[in-house]
């Protein structure tokens, strides 16, 4: 049995009975007054959950792709196998949450590790070997959930340190997506597409190119809150946690969510739905003028923030994907018969409309003020 943490917080028990996922909230979480839900899938109650909902939220903590085949090879994990893979990586996973053994909380005790630059750097040549797992006191450690390798970290004053026994990270370091040679600059790439977007007036993380000595790019997390000199965790969902699907269902080609799925999404659970609507027209938008295929649905989030209200996070993974001609060129999340992101036409603009349920003057006066910058 796994326990669920949130910061020195139990939430609640998660294990396995014939392969399905079980969860359980800890009934000192269900009576806080400032508890929330793992997910809108999973209420706060005493019963017991089991089944796909368990699975879609959890699930959806690790890695992805080839991230994740290298760790179930390295490891010998069964794929099909979640339960497992939490069990083994789940004090590391992405998200507020911590998974520990049973018993195994009295023995965490939150610190940071100075993270000099050579042992960054032999971390890198370990990504870059295909190897998404840290050493840390000789132990491996995965390095952060998604398809693309990521070291957390806490950066402060030009210095980086290790997080240690589920302290929480301020920044992750991304390098460069491999193999390097068919994504050349994607460092700058992104560094670029983040700093357009805010440029434009969009809410999008703050990133900087760091050389150690080759070009990294460190990400201000937007899921942290530094309060007293600690740094603390903020709950978010991304939208294949939300719409209740699995993290290989993140693409609309299969099964995963369209535009009209995230806009009745942020319908349902968004604190004000008018206002997140527009944030996410504008990161339609935006895509779509820089040429970004991979706009899919684990790259768009909602934080939770007090009270349980629900609001669109800060954007990130924005990235040129048209420059690189080995990657595929039709949309993650297509715009009615538009696969492409160079195809927009009057009549594309007329299905969001639709998808959108918003007036065209939104639309429009959205549109102009992202070509414009």
Not at 47 to 70: H, I, K, T, Y
Not at 81 to 102: I, N, R, S
Not at 227 to 247: S, V
Not at 273 to 284: A, F, S, Y
Request: hydrophobic content about 45%.
């Amino acid at each position: 049995m796994l326990q669920v943490l949130y910061g020195n917080e139990t939430v609640g028990q998660l294990w396995s009975e014939s392969r399905t996922l079980c969860f359980q909230y800890a009934a000192s979480w269900v009576q806080s007054p400032t508890a929330f839900p793992l997910t809108p899938h999973l209420p706060l109650s005493l019963q017991a959950w089991r089944g796909d909902n368990v699975l879609f939220f959890f699930s959806n903590l690790l890695p992805e792709g080839a991230v994740l085949n290298a760790i179930l090879k390295l490891k010998r994990l069964p794929r099909g196998d979640v339960y497992a893979q939490l069990a083994a990586f789940g004090e590391d996973a992405a998200g507020a949450f911590a998974l520990v053994p049973e018993g195994a909380t009295q023995h965490r005790q939150a610190a940071y590790q100075p993270y000099p630059t050579e042992q960054i750097r032999a971390d890198l040549v370990r990504l870059a070997d295909h190897l998404p797992l840290l050493f840390q006191h000789g132990e491996l450690r995965l390095s952060l959930a998604g398809a693309q390798d990521k070291i957390p970290v806490r950066y402060t004053d030009g210095t980086f340190w290790l997080p240690m026994g589920g302290a929480a990270s301020s920044h992750i370091l991304k390098p460069a997506i491999q193999p390097e040679k068919q994504f050349p600059e994607a460092v700058f790439n992104e560094a670029f597409c983040l700093r357009l977007a805010q440029h434009c007036g969009l809410d999008a993380v703050n990133a900087a190119i760091v050389r150690l000595p080759e070009p990294v790019l460190l990400v201000e997390r937007y899921d942290r809150l530094e309060r007293d000199g600690q740094w603390q965790r903020l709950h978010q969902l991304d939208f294949c946690q939300l719409a209740g699907l699995l993290p290989d269902q993140k693409y609309t080609k299969d099964g995963g969510a369209d535009f009209a799925e995230i806009f009745r999404l942020i319908d349902q659970y968004a604190a004000v739905p008018g206002r997140e609507r527009l944030k996410v027209l504008d990161w339609i938008i935006f895509n779509y003028l820089i040429g970004n295929a991979d706009a899919h649905a684990k790259n768009l989030a909602m934080l939770i923030t007090a009270g349980n209200h629900l609001r669109i996070a800060p954007l990130y993974d924005l990235l040129c994907t048209s420059v690189y001609p080995t990657l595929d060129t039709r949309m993650a999340m297509p715009i009615g018969a538009n696969t492409v992101p160079n195809g927009c036409s009057t009549a594309t603009g007329n299905v969001l409309l639709m998808k959108s349920a918003l007036t065209p003057c939104c639309c429009k006066n959205a549109a102009l003020h992202l070509v414009n910058g």
